[in-house]
């Protein structure tokens, strides 16, 4: 597509209920990244894909949270057993990154804004 | 361990021009980004450093050094619509680190 695609751009949970968040890159784009905002701080790297594999999930807060990525493209973040704390705008993003020297611009969706209640 | 300040807020009047500094100790370099985010938006892509120097795009112009860990995005002729969020970001190996942010107000 022509720019990176997030779907639900909004979502109201009860806690303790599970979520998924939906990321289509930028056609072509091989990295993916989701980052977490929460309100007024800046942005906490959670996942990094490279095609289909995920080579750095340091960032997942806990093991409630999973992200996969299928056939080089969309990726989906679920969060289980919903908390609170967990509300915060969900960034995916991507680039055309290929190898660790390159320098490749990343580029954002319009989020995933998502309120635990 | 990885760090990257940047000022809380600042405020500049329209037409002036106004430098939002940023520092950074990262494990890896390969590369410097500026993005600007306005409230309740995603962040917008708007300069890239990897070798020292100045970078100028329009009204926007990027500095880095990489020798003292420092970069500098500079904005002229600020105008009211450049109210915003600036974020540096450094991206080692392969993940981008953030800043949290400098709020920027243009005053009339």
């Known amino acids: 597509g022509a720019g990176v695609s997030q779907s639900p751009s909004n979502k109201v949970t009860e806690k303790g209920k599970d979520v998924e968040l939906r990321c289509d890159p930028i056609?072509?784009?091989?990295?993916l990244y989701w980052y977490r905002q929460s309100l007024g701080q800046g942005l906490e790297f959670l996942i990094y894909?490279?095609?289909?594999?995920?080579?750095?999930k340091s960032g997942l807060p806990s093991d409630r949270f999973s992200a996969e990525r299928t056939g080089g493209s969309v990726s989906t973040l679920t969060i289980q057993r919903t908390q609170q704390e967990d509300s915060a705008v969900y960034l995916c993003?991507?680039?055309?990154?290929?190898?660790?020297?390159?320098?490749?611009?990343?580029?954002f969706g319009e989020g995933s804004w998502l309120t635990v209640v | 361990g990885q760090n990257i300040d940047q000022p809380t807020e600042m405020t500049a009047t329209e037409g002036a021009i106004v430098q939002i500094n940023c520092t950074y100790q990262?494990?890896?370099?390969?590369?410097l980004f500026w993005y600007q985010q306005h409230a309740g938006e995603a962040p917008t892509f708007l300069s890239y450093?990897?070798?020292?120097g100045l970078e100028e795009k329009g009204r926007f112009s990027s500095f880095l050094s990489r020798s003292k860990g420092y970069s500098y995005l500079l904005l002229k002729e600020l105008q009211m619509k450049d109210s915003a969020s600036y974020l540096c970001?450094?991206?080692?190996?392969?993940?981008?680190?953030f800043g949290t942010g400098t709020r920027l107000k243009v005053l009339a």
């Open positions: 993003a991507s680039s055309q990154q290929t190898d660790s020297n390159s320098g490749n611009t990343i580029y």
């Open positions: 056609s072509g784009h091989t990295a």
């Open positions: 894909f490279q095609g289909n594999s995920a080579p750095d």
């Open positions: 990262t494990s890896g370099f390969n590369g």
């Open positions: 450093n990897v070798l020292d």
């Open positions: 970001a450094v991206r080692g190996t392969y993940k981008y680190i």
